[in-house]
């Protein structure tokens, strides 16, 4: 057991590319499934055996939490639990501190205890991340976390700019409604809490060849108009493609994901979070519109 643990080692600190590697997959991946699959029965056993109690977004940051750590002894592989330390549990949580800018916007600040998860997710799996959330008044939000700084400030700070300039008269983008704070720092968020959209799916995810010209038509309009108010008002959209609108439950789109960067075969790399880039793809979202039906 020992020499293929090493051999998976030895294959992720290879300095080989990756164009390079057999039809085995990713390293990573290789040595992770490995472990896990050696540790499933230790797992099992240590589990909780009652379904976890979700009631807020307080009992998804701070879940039953045991640490385990594979070791090969005498080359057997044992598994050894362990408590973490609240330093740990706080570290793998969403936070970023906020700008003084977003601040003088006095979003109100909520605690994770007063968002409330969905009545049928209180008594089932741990999700990977709530998204439909509900304040203490019933009021549905989207909930996003806020992991990385960079991509956080600009999505806040750009839809705050859309509020700030009546843009949400005009054009379909998610409003803020509040902030979920960070273990009680009042300069941290863990993240944020905007509009739910009830949709059917995201345009990426939309039968495109099989809806109707009408329809594909409005949507090509409703796109550009909502990318020209934007440029308009001085304000890139960035990581622009047809996974960032979302089709509403009436066949209209509204754009999201204001965090930046860029996708590969919508945006080149040297145009990523330009006015250039989001022309770009707007222009390959409405050849993506125009594909020819199925029929």
Request: with cysteine; net charge negative; glycine share 6%.
């Amino acid at each position: 057991m020992s020499k293929e643990y090493l051999s998976l080692l030895r294959k992720l600190d290879s300095d080989e590319l990756f164009e390079q590697e057999d039809d085995k997959g990713d390293p990573m991946e290789q040595l992770c499934f490995w472990i896990a699959f050696r540790c499933n029965s230790q797992m099992r056993a240590l589990g909780s055996k009652q379904q976890p109690q979700l009631h807020t977004l307080y009992d998804w940051f701070y879940p039953e939490t045991i640490i385990l750590t594979p070791m090969i002894i005498d080359g057997r592989l044992q598994v050894h639990s362990s408590t973490p330390s609240q330093q740990l549990l706080q570290d793998m949580l969403p936070s970023v501190e906020l700008t003084c800018s977003i601040a003088d916007f006095k979003i109100p600040v909520v605690t994770s205890s007063k968002v409330f998860l969905p009545q049928d997710m209180a008594g089932g799996d741990l999700p990977q991340r709530p998204t439909k959330v509900f304040t203490e008044h019933g009021m549905p939000r989207f909930f996003k976390p806020a992991y990385v700084m960079e991509p956080a400030i600009r999505e806040i700070s750009t839809l705050l700019r859309i509020q700030e300039l009546g843009l949400l008269n005009i054009i379909r983008a998610p409003k803020v409604h509040e902030f979920v704070d960070s273990q009680g720092d009042s300069s941290k968020i863990s993240g944020i809490l905007m509009d739910y959209i009830e949709h059917r799916d995201s345009l990426g995810y939309i039968d495109i060849p099989s809806t109707p010209f009408p329809v594909r038509r409005k949507w090509i309009s409703q796109v550009q108009h909502t990318i020209e108010t934007l440029h308009a008002a001085e304000i890139v959209w960035g990581d622009a493609k047809p996974d960032n609108i979302l089709v509403d439950v009436d066949d209209n789109l509204w754009i999201i994901d204001f965090g930046g960067g860029y996708t590969h075969g919508w945006v080149d790399e040297v145009k990523q979070e330009t006015i250039e880039g989001d022309n770009q793809a707007l222009s390959r979202i409405v050849d993506f519109l125009l594909e020819k039906s199925s029929e």
